[in-house]
């Protein structure tokens, strides 16, 4: 997986800010910025010209930001492509820390997974994807590994679509509709208005389940995180081995577990 999933601080980073001048932007930083989110899990490995077309900068700009990531420990060069360095897990995981949410409902989530005995995560939205900032794991039961940082689709995961009901209905739907919809598996939903209807019924319901959209076998279960005003805040889920006849038996065996750990962190999350 590559280490630019975990680069959250770039949310903080980009709060907005009143009465920004021009002058107190750092244009550089924010190329450099740029750079490193070409980076992912299908391009790990990039050329100067493929850097240059997925940041929208022109070639002697994105090979001067590859060349600075080099040389100061962030990117390795082979001559020919960059990839990116465990020095990079510093930015993600310093902000990760700094973060109170991974904090409180770590222990939440290593008791939750015992108690379940499958693995459990806590995502938040971020644009089109969710991003992992907290994880107890079990047996591994995807193809990649989980961890905090790591990035998927909202429109196609329990944690998304629970995150997505949380928002007004012209709001999610312009998320859908911005979303690489892109079959993952043969049971991924392409159709903005069926996920869309999908979205309806995990806001009604309260919370979602996701039947091998994001990979065969996995089927997912989610809640959302909400604190003491009501606010979702996060999305809470638990990933199973297709094993069950049909994806409804995980409600009934796991959801009872999710919203105990869901109304206790309501408690004690302002």
């Not at 420990?73 to 109170?100: E, H, I, N, Q």
């Not at 969710?130 to 909202?154: C, W």
């Not at 309806?200 to 076998?217: I, N, S, W, Y």
Request: charged share 20%; proline share 5%; with cysteine.
């Amino acid at each position: 997986m590559a280490f630019v999933h975990i680069l959250i601080f770039v949310q903080i980073l980009l709060v907005p800010v009143r009465m920004l001048n021009k002058t107190d932007i750092i244009a550089s930083l924010g190329k450099g910025l740029r750079v490193l989110e070409c980076f992912g899990a299908d391009s790990p490995r990039l050329a100067i010209a493929e850097v240059a077309e997925a940041s929208g900068l022109d070639r002697a700009t994105a090979r001067r930001c590859l060349l600075t990531l080099h040389e100061f420990g962030y990117a390795d060069y082979d001559g020919k492509f960059f990839s990116l360095t465990t020095r990079v897990l510093r930015l993600g995981m310093g902000a990760l820390a700094a973060l109170p949410l991974p904090q409180i409902v770590q222990p939440w989530l290593d008791h939750l997974s015992e108690q379940i005995d499958q693995s459990v995560s806590v995502a938040i939205l971020d644009e089109t994807e969710i991003v992992y900032v907290a994880r107890a794991a079990q047996r591994r039961v995807m193809s990649i590994g989980l961890m905090p940082g790591s990035r998927l689709p909202a429109h196609c995961t329990s944690m998304g679509r629970v995150l997505l009901a949380a928002l007004p209905e012209n709001e999610a739907r312009a998320v859908v509709e911005a979303s690489d919809l892109t079959p993952r598996t043969p049971h991924s939903r392409t159709d903005p208005e069926e996920i869309m209807a999908f979205i309806a019924g995990t806001r009604a319901a309260g919370h979602a389940v996701v039947d091998q959209e994001v990979e065969l076998g996995l089927r997912s279960l989610a809640v959302p995180v909400i604190n003491s005003r009501g606010q979702t805040v996060a999305a809470l889920n638990t990933g199973v081995a297709a094993v069950q006849q049909n994806a409804d038996e995980i409600v009934q065996l796991y959801l009872p577990a999710l919203v105990k750990v869901q109304d206790g962190l309501r408690r004690v999350l302002n």
